[in-house]
């Protein structure tokens, strides 16, 4: 009946069956990739030997979904080691930025970079996520600031998740930055950026359009040109919003009904409540808020209070958060923003799932869902959140297979 069969373990499967939608005592199946049975053991329709030629008994440990990074910039050239030690040294993020540093030092190196190039430097830091659960990862260009360059960011993206046992999300950026070329010509630039949105949607290798809404970034109007023509070809779109200032990045994202509006530190309650009523998911980004040393926090209550799902991710990039680690992401959402373990876990899960649009395919542990687990040796599920440096992942199963990463 089943290819697979895991019995004797505890599900934190995510659902609204109460708290980690917990299932003690239980057993979960899989067939052709989906999970095909979830419950209480002692509700196994027979022997789970008649039931499928692979039974694997987990002793009591815990099962999760595989975990999801819902905001990443993966593929980058080069490093910012050197903004780091200047940030220290008293400069802002937005001082190095205004200066031609910042993402600009980003996109001169990849653009100089091959394909393989890329490849070599983005899968060691998929591996690392790959290693702590991670089975669904999103992937951003906009380190090209071209259309040839984000073009190949785009494909070693897609690449990774031919090479790896790993779902990728694709994500177009040309509005991430202003690049050199575009000096003093922002809306120029954004003409341009909208020009490369037919060949980007042909292409297929891009499944969502996003921009950098911000005073270092782009303007409410020309974000608004950027959505409107990701709409006309087809493409749903994402938002960084509200991370240095509120221009109404999180309304302009509702008004598009944006799968989801990231980092949102200065987002007002209007905003908040945009969210919710279209159904938009608010991505935090702690590590970003931490390498960054912001002090303004997400409006977690106004989030709450207004019912916004709430996701939580690595936003690894070479900039502002050089993070490899979600599970120290689920540390820092808790300690830094206040989250309970399980609003972090749903974060990286069902919430995670949704704001990329995959919430009918993955983030919990459901029927017909993708067999996608991470199985834990942990005590609890508060664990996953409560350690710092460690990870207790035994093995983590992508479309009903063990992962293997090789070295």
Not at 27 to 45: C, F, H, M, Y
Not at 140 to 160: D, F, H, I
Not at 207 to 219: L, P, Q, T
Request: hydrophobic share 40%; glycine share 10%; charged share 20%.
């Amino acid at each position: 009946m089943w290819d697979r069969l895991w019995i004797n373990t505890h599900l934190a499967t995510m659902t609204d069956a109460g708290p980690y939608g917990a299932i003690r005592d239980a057993a979960i199946a899989s067939a052709g990739g989906k999970i095909a049975w979830v419950g209480p053991q002692a509700e196994l329709p027979g022997a789970p030997e008649a039931l499928t030629s692979e039974v694997i008994d987990l002793a009591g440990r815990w099962v999760t979904p595989g975990l999801i990074d819902c905001h990443t910039h993966l593929v980058y050239g080069g490093n910012r080691a050197r903004e780091f030690e200047l940030r220290l040294e008293g400069a802002s993020y937005e001082e190095i930025a205004r200066a031609g540093g910042g993402i600009r030092n980003t996109v001169k190196a990849t653009r100089a970079a091959s394909e393989e190039e890329l490849r070599a430097g983005a899968l060691p830091r998929l591996k690392s996520l790959l290693a702590e659960g991670v089975t669904t990862i999103e992937i951003k260009s906009g380190y090209g600031l071209n259309l040839e360059t984000e073009l190949k960011q785009l494909r070693v993206a897609r690449g990774l998740g031919a090479d790896l046992p790993v779902t990728i999300s694709t994500t177009f950026l040309g509005a991430h930055a202003l690049p050199p070329e575009f000096e003093g010509d922002g809306d120029g630039y954004i003409d341009a950026v909208c020009a490369m949105m037919p060949e980007i949607a042909k292409s297929g290798l891009a499944d969502v359009v996003d921009a950098f809404c911000e005073n270092i970034g782009f303007s409410y109007e020309q974000t608004k040109r950027v959505f409107q023509t990701a709409r006309d070809n087809g493409l749903p779109v994402k938002l960084h919003a509200d991370q240095l200032s509120d221009l109404d990045g999180a309304k302009l994202a509702a008004d598009f009904s944006a799968l989801s509006a990231d980092h949102l530190e200065y987002t007002s309650d209007a905003g908040a409540q945009a969210m919710a009523a279209a159904g938009t998911v608010a991505v935090l980004l702690p590590g970003a808020f931490y390498f960054l040393r912001e002090t303004k926090q997400p409006p977690m209550d106004a989030f709450r209070s207004a019912g916004v799902p709430i996701a939580i991710a690595t936003d690894c990039n070479p900039g502002s958060s050089p993070a490899t680690s979600l599970l120290l992401m689920l540390n820092m959402a808790c300690t830094l923003f206040r989250m309970t373990p399980e609003e972090a876990l749903l974060g990286v899960t069902r919430h995670g799932a949704q704001a990329l649009g995959l919430q009918d395919s993955r983030g919990t542990l459901e029927v017909g869902k993708a067999a996608d687990l991470c199985i834990w040796e942990i005590e609890s599920p508060a664990e996953l959140a409560y350690r710092i440096g460690f990870n207790p992942l035994l093995t983590s199963v992508k479309d009903g297979r063990d992962v293997e990463l090789g070295n």
